[in-house]
T-cell receptor, first 112, second 114 residues
Framework: DAKTTQPNSMESNEEEPVHLPCNHS???????IHWYRQLPSQGPEYVIH???SNVNNRMASLAIAEDRKSSTLILHRATLRDAAVYYC?????????????FGKGTRLSVIA | DGGITQSPKYLFRKEGQNVTLSCEQN?????MYWYRQDPGQGLRLIYY???????QKGDIAEGYSVSREKKESFPLTVTSAQKNPTAFYLC?????????????FGSGTRLTVV
């Protein structure tokens, strides 16, 4: 799987939007972009994934650049419960159960 | 509710002892995985299994062993050969087929060697 680059940490005020960036300049046309987050002392949880078009679900939105070399996870209104480490992961479309490879992610702090 | 259960939540082991971490899922998922996480680090893959009675080594399999005798269960044994076993261990499962299926993780077992 191609590599991703994320900032080590970010900070946000409560109830403000948060934009978490991810660079993946070596992405191939068949790589999906997945996001997971890990709350303190818990296992990661799936957040969202996409290929080319922007995606929305109840947790977040995923904005994908037109050239697909970067993407942004958007939390529309940060809450204290959103404080976590966020992982951006690329997966080949036909990876089957080739295991996910986690980097260090971005640690998001939310200030009340 | 379907989910994945890891036990125990905290485990203490004396040096030189083997210890087995439990992972059970009732999601009917084919694939299961074990990851290790050290403080401030990402997850590293230990072993994974795509189907019953089959498993593959991950990036850091040395000092660990697994079995997959039942679809629902994927226990991990940390042997005395593992030089630095103190860590947070995470088990996950997923559907076998399909890019669009995410992983479901357990809540982890924190192992401390004393």
């Amino acid at each position: 799987d191609a590599k991703t680059t994320q900032p080590n940490s970010m900070e946000s005020n409560e109830e403000e939007p948060v934009h978490l960036p991810c660079n993946h300049s070596t992405i191939s046309g068949t790589d999906y972009i997945h996001w997971y987050r890990q709350l303190p002392s818990q296992g990661p949880e799936y957040v969202i994934h996409g290929l080319t078009s922007n995606v929305n679900n109840r947790m977040a939105s995923l904005a994908i650049a037109e050239d697909r070399k970067s993407s942004t996870l958007i939390l529309h209104r940060a809450t204290l419960r959103d404080a976590a480490v966020y992982y951006c992961i690329l997966r080949f479309w036909n990876s089957g159960n080739t295991p996910l490879v986690f980097g260090k992610g971005t640690r998001l702090s939310v200030i009340a | 509710d379907g989910g994945i259960t890891q036990s125990p939540k905290y485990l203490f082991r004396k040096e030189g002892q083997n210890v087995t971490l439990s992972c059970e899922q009732n999601l009917n998922h084919d694939a299961m995985y074990w990851y290790r996480q050290d403080p401030g680090q990402g997850l590293r893959l230990i072993y994974y299994s795509q189907i019953v009675n089959d498993f593959q080594k991950g990036d850091i399999a040395e000092g660990y062993s697994v079995s997959r005798e039942k679809k629902e269960s994927f226990p991990l044994t940390v042997t005395s050969a593992q030089k630095n076993p103190t860590a947070f261990y995470l088990c996950a499962s997923s559907q076998r087929e399909g890019q669009n299926y995410g992983y479901t993780f357990g809540s982890g077992t924190r192992l401390t060697v004393v």
